[in-house]
């Protein structure tokens, strides 16, 4: 849909390209490219899922990874940034002597950011990384401590990225954000999606309805916002859209889809991909430490 306040200018997906990779032009109608590429694009999507990632990313590692070594190719990991679910940070670890778990999560710099802003612009307390490594001995050992306390990062979604090249969860992968402004540049327009919009001093991640903007306070209970123009830049997708935004721009040729996408993902939007069931992986909600 070409919203009369959406800008439909359109840049070559180069634009979004290191120098190792290249990536189809899409089509400003959000079909599904069908150029053939020269060798296999593997692909897998996840949020920020943890400070520790969730076990289920590290099944879809896994499994991109032994998919390459039969077939070769590239992997590239979609690190939808843009999401704004606190929720999906949240890192459960389990006490190394009770085995009780405990959920733990960022703390953000007001409750603004923490409920609507994405992921990317989270601002990260200044006191959180220092408190919560006093927690960390009642479920970590030293060696995985250091790691946390190295990790250096202004936002949430920065602060998870690097904590996964850390623990050497990326070497060899190509990491494509949704939050890139490039990206969304190049990226086909759709019907369904969120913009970021300025509220009570932050920006936040709000649901286009037509002729408002929708932040969801929990439940049935919403706060309209007045739309207001607004571009390309600032659109990411929902989750029903996001797998036909994303394919425009990276063309892959398989998808390593979790237990949760398989029920949801509209493979229709982009039937010339061979979806691959992740591995399977015990604990799946729980943080990944090795």
Request: contains cysteine; charged residues 25%; hydrophobic residues 40%.
């Amino acid at each position: 849909m070409n919203s009369p306040n959406q800008s439909l200018a359109i840049q070559s997906a180069a634009d979004i390209l290191s120098a190792e990779a290249s990536v189809p032009t899409p089509s400003a109608d959000c079909k599904s490219a069908a150029l053939s590429p020269k060798s296999p694009i593997i692909c897998f999507g996840q949020q920020p899922c943890g400070f520790f990632p969730k076990r289920f990313l590290f099944a879809k590692i896994l499994t991109a990874r032994r998919l390459q070594k039969e077939i070769g190719g590239e992997i590239v990991f979609f690190y939808h940034d843009s999401d704004h679910d606190p929720r999906e940070t949240r890192t459960l670890l389990r006490h190394r002597k009770t085995n009780e778990p405990a959920l733990l999560n960022f703390a953000c710099e007001n409750k603004i950011q923490r409920k609507f802003s994405p992921l990317s612009l989270k601002k990260i307390a200044a006191d959180w990384q220092s408190k919560t490594a006093l927690q960390l001995p009642n479920y970590l050992g030293q060696p995985l401590i250091d790691v946390f306390q190295k990790v250096s990062a202004v936002n949430v979604a920065e602060f998870c990225l690097e904590m996964y090249r850390q623990l050497g969860l990326l070497e060899g992968i190509r990491v494509v954000r949704s939050s890139d402004v490039a990206l969304r540049r190049a990226a086909c327009d759709i019907a369904e999606f969120f913009v970021d919009v300025p509220h009570a001093g932050e920006t936040v991640r709000a649901r286009f309805a037509g002729d408002s903007f929708k932040l969801h306070e929990g439940g049935t209970q919403f706060i309209n916002l007045p739309l207001t123009p607004f571009t390309k830049e600032q659109i990411s997708p929902t989750r029903d859209s996001r797998l036909r935004w994303m394919q425009s721009v990276l063309s892959c040729t398989h998808y390593i889809a979790g237990a949760g996408e398989q029920a949801y993902l509209r493979k229709e939007d982009a039937p010339e991909i061979k979806y691959i069931a992740r591995d399977t992986i015990e604990r799946s909600d729980e943080a990944y430490i090795g």
